[in-house]
C-alpha cells in the first residue's frame, strides 16, 4: 500500500476510534504533539520545534488502543516522512504498555513496550520506553501533546 493510501485510511480508522461523546478514562481522546525530543545513544537526533520544521498529526487513545498518525519536514531536507502505527495498549499507574499491531517501523510489529505518561489538565506528557524497550525500538522519547 503507498503512502496516499495509508494516510487516508488510518484518519478514518482514527476517527472512528477517538472518543464520542464520553472518554472513559483521563487518557482518552484526541492528541496533538506540541513538543518532541526523540534520542538515540544518548543525543539527540529530532527536536519539534527545532530542526523539525513542519509537524501535523495526532494520537488518539482509547482503553484499549491507540492510533498514531505524525507527518513532519526535517530541516534542510523537504521529504515529508510519515510515522504511523496502530497498537492494543492497558494503562496503569501512569504506564503505558503497547503491543503493536502496525507500524511503519517493522521492527516495532508484535513487540510490546512500556512507557511512562502522565496528564495534567489537557497536557499529556510521554517518556520511554521503560525497562529493554530502548534496546528493542533503538530509541528514547520525551513528548508533549495538547488535547484536540
Known sequence: MSAKTIIPLLLLITLLLGCSEKCKNQYDGSWKLIEAKWSANDSV?????????SMDGSWILTDTHSIYLMKYVIEG????????????ITIANNILT???????EKKLEGQTLTFNVE???DTLIFKGPLGNGK??????????????
Do not use: C, W
Not at 531536507?77 to 492494543?88: L, N
Open 98 to 104: 503497547e503491543t503493536y499491531l502496525v507500524s511503519n
Open 45 to 53: 537526533y529530532y527536536q519539534y520545534p527545532g530542526n523539525i520544521t
Open 119 to 121: 496528564v495534567k489538565g
Open 77 to 88: 531536507d523537504s521529504t515529508v516522512i510519515v510515522d504511523y502505527s496502530k497498537s492494543s
Open 135 to 148: 534496546e528493542i525500538s533503538g530509541y528514547d522519547l520525551y513528548e508533549v501533546f495538547v488535547r484536540e
